[in-house]
């Protein structure tokens, strides 16, 4: 009975892992956007922080250290959206208490 019952939690944790895989993949093609001032800065990354395009309008431009400042708020606003969806879409694979380490 004690083998039935290890052999079943192996699979298990092997349909988890297989689970996490996948929903690793679906996150490496999922984007989120982050903006700054009102969107006239916005940076497009996926959930693992591959940043895909940087719009910026045409009235950000006039002054080069707040252009530079909005930069940085758009990437860690879009930064944030991508840790909040993946931290999301993991935890929803984890059994109810499980507790990711990172």
Known sequence: MMKGGMGN?????????????????????????????NG???????????????????????????LEDLILIALKDAKAKAEATSSAKMSSLMPPGFKLPF
């Open 9 to 37: 939690m192996m699979k298990q944790a092997q349909m988890m892992q297989a689970n996490m895989q996948k929903a690793q993949a679906e996150l490496a093609n999922t984007e989120v956007e982050g903006s700054a001032s």
């Open 40 to 66: 006239m800065v916005k940076v497009t990354m996926t959930c693992s922080n591959d940043v895909k395009r940087v719009q910026i309008d045409d009235a950000a431009m006039d002054d080069k250290e707040t």
